[in-house]
């Protein structure tokens, strides 16, 4: 099972940015994906982005659309979370996951062990 490791979790102010990092332990034969989840008080876990690793097609959540940016590096099997113009709604646990195949839906394979994401307004 794949290992992944979250770092760039913090408190900031409505309309600051975060960015989010997260180091898979190894790389996975063939295509898959990587994302991020995130968790609020009291709500059900929600997608936020994804990203296929072959070809790197990218996927969003409606209400993050236009501020967050998901990416990869290819030389250390890493995914970044650019957060922008964010929100108190943004204030959640996040959490980085790998799945492999490339079908977005679904469960994941892999979950990291959370940061969490304080905007204050």
């Known amino acids: 099972q794949v290992q992944l490791v979250e770092t760039g979790g913090g408190l900031v102010q409505a309309g600051a940015s975060l960015r989010l990092s997260c180091v898979a332990s190894?790389?996975?034969?063939?295509?898959?994906?990587l994302g991020w989840f995130r968790q609020a008080p009291g709500k059900q876990r929600e997608f936020v982005a994804c990203i296929k690793w072959n070809g790197g097609r990218t996927y969003y959540a409606e209400d993050v659309e236009g501020r967050f940016t998901i990416s990869k590096d290819n030389t250390i099997t890493a995914v970044y979370l650019q957060m922008n113009t964010l929100k108190p709604s943004d204030t959640a646990v996040y959490y980085c996951?790998?799945?492999?195949?490339?079908?977005?839906?679904?469960?994941?394979?892999?979950w990291g062990q959370g940061t969490q994401v304080t905007v204050s307004s």
């Open positions: 996951v790998q799945k492999k195949g490339g079908n977005i839906m679904g469960e994941y394979d892999s």
């Open positions: 190894k790389r996975p034969d063939g295509n898959f994906i």
